[in-house]
């Protein structure tokens, strides 16, 4: 498509049970980001792909969360036993190849509640 | 380390003033800069970049940003503000992909509000 989808666009957890959230890039990036963004303001970034390989996953906490991007599949990101301050916004991004001029293009975000 | 700083948390400006929102930047290497406008409860729309050339670079609704090598900065300008460009503005930059995986470092926003 020419805009990334996410969804569910609202998700509500009790803490400890497991959330999933799915990202559709654009048709054609090869290049997947997810940033958490909390307390309005500040954006964190997750993980990134290269297509189906992880490239960078210097911002997962790794006992926690997981991600997927699978061949003709949305991307996934999921959160076991979910915590209270997991609550935040997901986006995810895509870009189109691995140069550093390339543009981040991102989706409407999930926005995840743990009570 | 790459960062990305927004002094100012808010700025105010009068519909049909000019407004100006900061950023400065601190990066190894070229920098590869972006501003990107949140409305409320929507995601992150890109409106401009500068990567090389033209200090000047024009982008969406009316935008502009000046790059200044010296002065390590990125302020984004509209000429005359409307009411409807209210909304939450962040500043990028883009770290190299060969190092650092091309992940955006972001600053903390600055929220826009434009008067009638």
């Known amino acids: 498509g020419e805009e990334v989808a996410q969804t569910p666009k609202h998700l509500v957890r009790g803490e400890g049970q497991k959330a999933k959230l799915y990202c559709a890039p654009i048709k054609g990036h090869s290049y997947v980001f997810w940033y958490q963004q909390v307390l309005k303001n500040e954006f964190k970034f997750l993980i990134s792909f290269q297509n189906e390989n992880v490239f960078d996953e210097t911002g997962m906490p790794k006992e926690r969360f997981s991600a997927k991007c699978l061949p003709n599949s949305p991307c996934s990101l999921e959160i076991q036993a979910t915590k209270l301050e997991d609550s935040a916004v997901y986006f995810c991004?895509?870009?189109?190849?691995?140069?550093?001029?390339?543009?981040?293009?991102f989706g409407p975000g999930t926005r995840l509640l743990v009570l | 380390a790459q960062s990305v700083a927004q002094p100012e948390d808010q700025v105010n400006v009068a519909e049909g003033n000019p407004l100006t929102v900061k950023c400065t930047y601190s990066?190894?290497?070229?920098?590869?800069l972006f501003w990107y406008v949140q409305y409320p409860n929507r995601g992150l729309q890109f409106l401009l970049k500068?990567?090389?050339?033209?200090?000047l670079v024009k982008g969406s609704y009316g935008f502009e940003a000046e790059f200044n090598k010296s002065q390590t900065s990125f302020h984004l300008k509209k000429p005359s503000a409307l009411v409807s460009d209210s909304a939450l503005y962040f500043c990028a930059v883009r770290v190299s992909i060969y190092n650092q995986g091309g992940k955006l470092i972001f600053g903390q926003g600055t929220e826009l509000s434009v008067k009638p």
């Open positions: 990066v190894s290497g070229n920098p590869y």
């Open positions: 991004a895509s870009s189109q190849s691995r140069t550093a001029k390339e543009t981040q293009y």
């Open positions: 500068y990567i090389t050339g033209d200090n």
